[in-house]
């Protein structure tokens, strides 16, 4: 046996299961295909959104809660800014289908936030143009993710708690026989009494067929531009946003580098091939959709692109992670399928997947998550 558990993939959710996992085990080792926080996984693209105000599915706010202290934690742990805290808006019609469900799902959670008139927005955050029939909720919780240092720090707070790292080591098959969980790359092999599957884009080929059939990798891409009055757009004046406003939608994040602002399409995930082989070159179309919706929402930003980028991600069919074992004797355990909206909750499914896979806890509420739902399908 080479060890209790094996964390396979250490991007956004592995990343954070090996380090839960490294403070309840001494024999943690973590599988990495490239190295943590590279530039080709999901993680990609300097930051991603907390917030505690979302809409729809109310189980996601334990969660929320939890990874909100457990962000913290971290940084208190290794020295890292990880969080920008400045806080988040929600911009949308003011009877559309964005906002009155977003602030159900609040007032369900009892999270707090603030409604914003278009002229207190105007004199808040002038730096958004709203339609007239715009509002916007303030999430003071909001803040942004810099998603490189949070896998860099959480890989390395494992190892200082005696995690063993294996780098370009892609882990291409799994099986369970009597006596453990038995993962290989090419000729090596390396069994342990319990796996966690983390690899996000790249999990499939480590799935059963009924996941398979579920999931699918996605191509998920993002735009950054230039501030005109790059002080407009620091984090201590301009919020982490979230806006869909009739028949456009964009989100991003304050020039945490001082520099650049990030404004990307709501929503434009489309499905590809291999993720090993995303197009990471923007479509005519995607340009042009981007640049006029920078042009209306932002008139503070030149609307040229400066920058842009794609990266994989795991989507399922019904849009919800896939968290735990495939039946009650198996032990490999899956944290995958995130489409889109697992960074903010890493943390929080990063503990869950250690306790669950580890045997230590089992968490409640997480039905909508489990694996066994696709059974059926």
Known sequence: MDGKLAVVGLGSIGSMALWQASRLSDSVVGFEAASPGHSRSAAGGDTRLFRMLYRGTPDYYPILQRSHSLWAQLEAETGQ?????????SIGTTDGPYIPSLLETARLNGAPYEVLSREE????YPQHNLRPDDIAVYDPHGGALRT???VTAAV????????TIHTNTTIDGIQEPDDGVVITCGEKSWTFESVIVASGGWSRKLM????????EPYRIY???FVARDPAEFSP????????ISGDRSMYGAP????????ATLDGRGVPTPRADSVPRDLTSAEISETMETVTEFFPGLFPNIVRSDAFPELFTSDGKPVIGHVNEESKIYYATGFSGQGFKMATGYGEIAANEALGKRTFDGLEFARPQRFKSI
Do not use: S
């Open 208 to 215: 059963p067929h009924f996941l398979q059939k579920a999931t």
């Open 222 to 224: 993002l735009t950054w």
């Open 148 to 150: 490189d240092r949070a």
């Open 236 to 243: 201590e004046r301009f919020p982490i946003f979230i806006r």
């Open 156 to 163: 390395a707070a494992a190892q200082a708690n005696g995690a």
């Open 121 to 124: 927005m105007a004199e808040r």
């Open 81 to 89: 800014n990880i969080l920008t805290r400045c806080g988040g808006l």
């Open 255 to 262: 020039a945490v580098d001082g520099a650049t602002v990030k």
